[in-house]
């Protein structure tokens, strides 16, 4: 059984930076996707970034792009998310995801595994 540990989210004032870390437990296999997503109280789960352990060219929402990073160390098992230029409508909780395939990014039911999610919170 894989776990997911987030660490890193916070409260910050728009236009600042936050790093989230996912640490998986060890993986069976070499090669696995990884995600970001994140929930707004009312909203549904919605994909922010994803990441193939092969070194697939990464995906992120629209709503990111240019100010979101995900990367990985496979070494380590951990995934990352660099959050710059933070908007209030950025805040959400945050959430790992893990899984052997995944032929969306944006479809959660795709992903197996699930971290216990990381609050991130964006004052204006």
């Known amino acids: 059984q894989v776990q997911l540990v987030e660490s890193g989210g916070g409260s910050v004032q728009a236009g600042g930076s936050l790093r989230l870390s996912c640490a998986a437990s060890?993986?069976?296999?070499?090669?696995?996707?990884m995600g970001w997503f994140r929930q707004a109280p009312g909203e549904q789960r919605a994909v922010v970034a994803g990441i193939h352990t092969g070194g697939l060219s990464p995906y992120y929402a629209d709503s990111v792009k240019g100010r979101f990073t995900i990367s990985r160390d496979n070494a380590k098992n951990t995934l990352y998310l660099q959050m710059n230029s933070l908007k209030p409508e950025d805040t959400a909780m945050y959430f790992c995801?893990?899984?052997?395939?995944?032929?969306?990014?944006?479809?959660?039911?795709?992903?197996?595994?699930w971290g216990q999610g990381t609050q991130v919170t964006v004052s204006s």
């Open positions: 995801a893990a899984a052997q395939t995944v032929t969306d990014y944006r479809a959660a039911d795709q992903w197996n595994y």
């Open positions: 060890a993986w069976p296999d070499d090669h696995y996707y």
